[in-house]
């Protein structure tokens, strides 16, 4: 086992000119940074907790094919019950839906599934592509 002295250069520094995200605290106003893989912390002034806001992902440049799957060939859409929210998986019926294994249901047969145009007009308003 190693002494706490020499296990120091060992740990990681954040630096202060790194990417972090901040979000200002509603309660007393001080702003938050929220390192790496940081999504909730208390504000260090009022001890509120904080949450990182979701921001919009940045797709690539690539083109879409499918706005339904958005090409992964997999759906995942919540069925709440019993006052709990499951998260179900479908296949989508696009090219790259049909090559997932035959055991997972397509979209269209399963029963407590929203409609593919809900999903894609969701899927749209996600990603500001409305009107193709």
């Not at 440049?61 to 019950?81: A, F, H, N, R, T």
Request: include cysteine; glycine fraction near 6%; charged fraction near 30%.
């Amino acid at each position: 086992m190693k002494h706490i002295s020499e296990s120091i250069p060992e740990f990681k520094v954040i630096k202060p000119d790194k990417d972090y995200g901040e979000e200002k605290c509603i309660i007393c106003g001080t702003v938050v940074k929220f390192y790496e893989n940081e999504h909730k912390k208390p504000c260090e002034y009022c001890g509120t907790w904080v949450f990182e806001r979701k921001r919009p992902v940045k797709m690539q440049s690539k083109k879409i094919g499918c706005w339904i799957c958005l090409d992964k060939g997999v759906v995942e859409y919540p069925v709440q019950k019993d006052g709990h929210v499951y998260k179900y998986v479908a296949r989508c019926s696009c090219p790259k839906g049909m090559s997932w294994p035959g055991t997972i249901p397509l979209l269209e047969q399963c029963q407590h599934a929203p409609k593919p145009e809900f999903i894609e007009l969701q899927n749209r308003k996600t990603y500001n592509q409305l009107w193709p």
